[in-house]
């Protein structure tokens, strides 16, 4: 079975600085479908950014970014020019190639100082 | 496009009972997962629903139970509430193409007292 594991279960940012967030996971696979998505106290689940395991290239989103090592199976989310807006909880998740099940991490809740 | 719709938003019931929760997908996605959200479980998948045929399931007791129509429509139960059935549910619609990216509703906020 696939896990997702987030080590860091708070992290603090100063406004317009950088942050990254770690995430790894467990898998037997070879494709699959990595995910960072944000949940601010709403509740409502946005999607960050997603990563393809058959690309190399690291995905990028504005802000946003990944750093995908595939053989160390890593996946950390590289928050640039924070905003206040970005305080949330942040969730790693993983997926099958083919399949809608996704395995998520525990979060990291990112906090954002003016 | 109209986003992923939830009803209801709160819902609170007693132990014992029973209750419904409806999700309406994103327009054209076929496929609806449900995910349940604790402090102490985290997110879990529930159940995945795609042209009203239960395509993959979690390790949820068989309580816990949903359904899709021909519009896409999704509805899961859950009978017999527990006091640990409190929860915000999610659901996400996706399509069928390209990287299948799932979108989320607002979540059903549950407490079962």
């Known amino acids: 079975a696939q896990t997702v594991t987030q080590s860091q279960p708070e992290m603090s940012v100063q406004e317009a600085e950088t942050v990254t967030l770690s995430c790894t996971y467990d898998?037997?696979?070879?494709?699959?479908?990595l995910f960072w998505y944000k949940q601010p106290p709403s509740r409502q689940m946005i999607l960050v950014i997603r990563?393809?395991?058959?690309?190399?290239q690291n995905a990028t989103e504005n802000r946003f970014s990944v750093n995908f090592q595939k053989a160390a199976k890593s996946f950390s989310l590289k928050i640039s020019d924070s905003q206040l807006g970005d305080a949330a909880m942040y969730f790693c998740?993983?997926?099958?190639?083919?399949?809608?099940?996704?395995?998520f991490g525990a979060g990291t809740i990112l906090r954002v100082k003016s | 496009k109209a986003g992923v719709t939830q009803t209801p938003r709160y819902l609170i019931k007693t132990r014992g009972q029973q209750v419904t929760l409806s999700c309406s997908p994103i327009?054209?996605?076929?496929?609806v997962s449900w995910y349940q959200q604790t402090p102490g479980q985290g997110l879990q998948f529930l159940f995945e629903?795609?042209?009203?045929?239960?395509?993959n399931k979690g390790n949820f007791p068989g309580r816990f139970s949903g359904r899709q129509f021909s519009n896409s429509r999704s509805e899961m139960n859950v009978s017999t509430l527990e006091l640990g059935d409190s929860a915000l549910y999610l659901c996400?619609?996706?399509?069928?193409?390209?990287?299948?990216?799932?979108?989320f509703g607002p979540g059903t906020r549950l407490t079962v007292t």
């Open positions: 996400a619609s996706s399509s069928e193409r390209g990287s299948y990216e799932q979108y």
């Open positions: 898998t037997s696979e070879s494709d699959y479908y």
């Open positions: 990563q393809e395991a058959y690309k190399q």
């Open positions: 998740a993983y997926r099958v190639f083919y399949g809608n099940k996704l395995v």
């Open positions: 327009s054209g996605h076929r496929s």
């Open positions: 629903y795609f042209s009203e045929t239960q395509r």
